[in-house]
């Protein structure tokens, strides 16, 4: 039953990447991909060139964005400088990066066209790295220790780097019960795949309130 479910979600996922890539991004090949997935996230293969993308979907909620990380080069070499690369903290680039990528015109390297961006105040720009240096992540009451800011103006701050376009508006995820974090984690824990009457037995719950609180995560966009 789950092979099943697996093979079609595999199949799913490989007329979903070729519908955003028709041709390979690299190889400009249509035979299409093959899909394995590793810890619940799907990697494809292009069939002609052997290139590795691995998925990476950003945010929680209603509102994601895929970006998608190279992780095993073309067999001519011709990606390998693109392996493990991506917009500044983030991992991999955008369907529109791989889009617009012309190995055979040699931009190799070439960083990916982005709109201008207004420039940046000293303060800001020190705001910014410091998030860079962080993973990507800001907390508040320590980023102001650090940088000796008030916590009101580093909020300004970040305010006006979102609104500048450099970092991104924090996508609103609906707000979880003990319960539904409970069942996300374990689901987490389990590799994203979830196996009701076990769960049920291994969280001590009845199997119509773990299926009906599977419905609510289902409904709030924490899991497929
Ligand atoms: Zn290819």
């Given at each position: 039953?789950?092979?099943?479910?697996?093979?079609?979600?595999?199949?799913?996922?490989?007329?979903?990447?070729?519908?955003?890539?028709?041709?390979?991004?690299?190889?400009?090949?249509?035979?299409?991909?093959?899909?394995?997935?590793?810890?619940?996230?799907?990697?494809?293969?292009?069939?002609?060139?052997?290139?590795?993308?691995?998925?990476?979907?950003?945010?929680?909620?209603?509102k994601?964005?895929?970006?998608?990380?190279?992780?095993?080069?073309?067999?001519?070499?011709?990606?390998?400088?693109?392996?493990?690369?991506?917009?500044?903290?983030?991992?991999?680039?955008?369907?529109?990066?791989?889009?617009?990528?012309?190995?055979?015109?040699?931009?190799?390297?070439?960083?990916?066209?982005?709109?201008?961006?207004?420039?940046?105040?000293?303060?800001?720009?020190?705001?910014?790295?410091?998030?860079?240096?962080?993973?990507?992540?800001?907390?508040?009451?320590?980023?102001?220790?650090e940088?000796?800011?008030?916590?009101?103006?580093?909020?300004?701050?970040?305010?006006?780097?979102?609104?500048?376009?450099?970092?991104?508006?924090?996508?609103?995820?609906?707000?979880?019960?003990?319960?539904?974090?409970?069942?996300?984690?374990?689901?987490?824990?389990?590799?994203?795949?979830?196996?009701v009457?076990?769960?049920?037995?291994?969280?001590?719950?009845?199997?119509?309130?773990?299926?009906?609180?599977?419905?609510?995560?289902?409904?709030?966009?924490?899991?497929?």
């Open positions: 039953m789950w092979g099943e479910r697996k093979q079609k979600a595999l199949e799913w996922w490989a007329s979903d990447f070729k519908r955003t890539f028709p041709t390979c991004p690299i190889c400009g090949s249509d035979l299409g991909y093959d899909v394995a997935t590793k810890f619940a996230t799907p990697h494809f293969k292009c069939r002609s060139c052997m290139t590795v993308w691995k998925l990476i979907v950003e945010g929680l909620g209603w994601t964005q895929r970006r998608y990380l190279l992780v095993e080069p073309d067999k001519d070499l011709r990606a390998s400088s693109l392996v493990k690369k991506g917009d500044r903290w983030h991992e991999g680039y955008k369907e529109e990066f791989w889009k617009s990528l012309d190995l055979g015109g040699m931009k190799m390297g070439a960083e990916p066209a982005a709109p201008p961006r207004p420039p940046l105040t000293d303060l800001e720009e020190e705001v910014l790295d410091y998030i860079d240096k962080h993973g990507g992540e800001i907390s508040i009451p320590e980023a102001g220790e940088l000796g800011l008030m916590d009101d103006r580093l909020k300004a701050i970040i305010d006006k780097l979102r609104e500048k376009g450099y970092i991104e508006k924090p996508t609103p995820s609906p707000a979880l019960t003990d319960l539904e974090k409970e069942v996300l984690d374990y689901i987490d824990r389990h590799g994203g795949e979830i196996s009457p076990q769960a049920s037995e291994e969280l001590g719950l009845r199997e119509a309130r773990l299926k009906a609180t599977i419905d609510k995560l289902k409904e709030k966009g924490y899991i497929e």
